[in-house]
């Protein structure tokens, strides 16, 4: 009977692990399949096309090709995305000119703003480590750990023990009254990325207080009756903070780019939940991750809301947004997700938006 019990004990083990194997096929089979759609109609000669955006480019859309490469096992798309990268938006101090518009030169003479956003380096920096874990090519690393040092010299900024990303070099921090403020976007913080990327830093001490501080100020961002998180928030520092809020500072909507939960806010519940920080604490999720589940309840969902008038949008979630909130309720509820699929009729975001919700479901299907 021992035998035999661990005989039947050996089988379902073997079962389950077949079923995981067979699982993860399955959704890397489907990414790959809308990774070639995407390839088809959004990158052109190492070039990711911004086709909602008069057929720009710029270094997120660099990243987020090269990262939805490596997922799919393509090392010559890879490889095209990344020397494009090096050779038309990298600039002498490691950081990424963010904006390249077509001009007949094309080349880097059509940037037409050098400044960097800091979530290209942030995906730049992560597609590349990932790609020399895939393909065992330790250049890759190296490359990354260049833009980790250029991002730690220029763009992290420290605060009472918090550490805060700058969106971009320049034009995000300002003097009124004699107060220095920030201006911050939390969909920067790409949290998974932020934990893989302190491993190559020479003080990942300050990437673990960036990760935490960005967790903290989500907790703190919870806007309007909704309340969910803002494309962009000002921060104003002050010597002292709250212990309710762990925070040594305020946030404000005043004199932002956008007081709106939008496109670039949508991207936040995606990166909360691929981190593990945040889905090993049931308390942390439930509190950060409560009002999008509710804000999805409506229907149809709009698009946006001004976080400051509480006006929506008049028309619903593009399809990339509905795959976060897919890709949400997977991760933290098992519903399984059916997938918009890729076609023409999806602008470059909406397409980015649904592979990047993929790739956190593939990161965690065994």
Not at 38 to 52: E, H, M, P, S
Not at 153 to 159: A, M
Not at 316 to 330: D, I, N, R
Request: negative net charge; hydrophobic residues 40%; contains cysteine.
């Amino acid at each position: 009977m021992v035998t035999g019990f661990k005989a039947t004990k050996t089988l379902l083990a073997i079962a389950l692990a077949l079923l995981l194997v067979s699982c993860s096929t399955k959704e890397d089979n489907a990414f790959k399949s809308q990774f070639m759609a995407y390839k088809a109609l959004f990158i052109d000669g190492g070039r990711v096309v911004d086709t909602g955006n008069d057929e720009v480019s710029h270094s997120e859309g660099q990243g987020y090709g090269m990262l939805f490469a490596v997922a799919a096992d393509d090392k010559d798309t890879f490889d095209a995305l990344w020397h494009w990268t090096q050779r038309t938006l990298l600039r002498s101090d490691g950081l990424f000119s963010w904006r390249y518009r077509p001009c007949a030169d094309n080349s880097e003479s059509c940037i037409d703003d050098p400044n960097n956003a800091s979530d290209g380096e942030i995906l730049i920096a992560w597609a590349l480590l990932r790609a020399s874990k895939k393909w065992g090519i330790k250049g890759y690393q190296d490359e990354a750990s260049k833009i980790v040092q250029a991002v730690e010299q220029k763009l992290l900024v420290e605060h009472q023990g918090s550490v805060m990303l700058l969106p971009g070099e320049h034009g995000f921090t300002s003097q009124s009254d004699g107060q220095k403020s920030l201006q911050l976007n939390l969909s920067y913080w790409v949290f998974p990325a932020l934990s893989d990327l302190s491993t190559l830093s020479n003080t990942p001490s300050r990437w673990q207080k960036l990760h935490q501080t960005g967790l903290t100020l989500l907790s703190n961002m919870q806007f309007s009756s909704y309340q969910l998180p803002s494309d962009w928030v000002r921060f104003k520092p002050r010597n002292s903070g709250s212990a309710k809020s762990g925070l040594s500072g305020e946030l404000t909507l005043t004199n932002v780019v956008s007081a709106e939960f939008g496109f670039n806010a949508i991207r936040i519940p995606l990166q909360l939940v691929w981190s593990e920080q945040v889905r090993d604490n049931a308390a942390l999720a439930e509190e950060l991750l409560t009002p999008y589940y509710q804000w999805w309840a409506k229907a149809p969902t709009p698009a946006t809301v001004n976080l400051l008038t509480e006006q929506t949008a008049d028309y619903e979630m593009t399809p990339g947004m509905q795959s976060v909130k897919l890709a949400v309720k997977y991760l933290m509820k098992s519903e399984e997700p059916v997938w918009p699929t890729v076609t023409r009729k999806m602008d470059y975001y909406s397409a980015s938006l649904t592979l990047l919700s993929m790739l956190a479901v593939l990161d965690n299907a065994s």
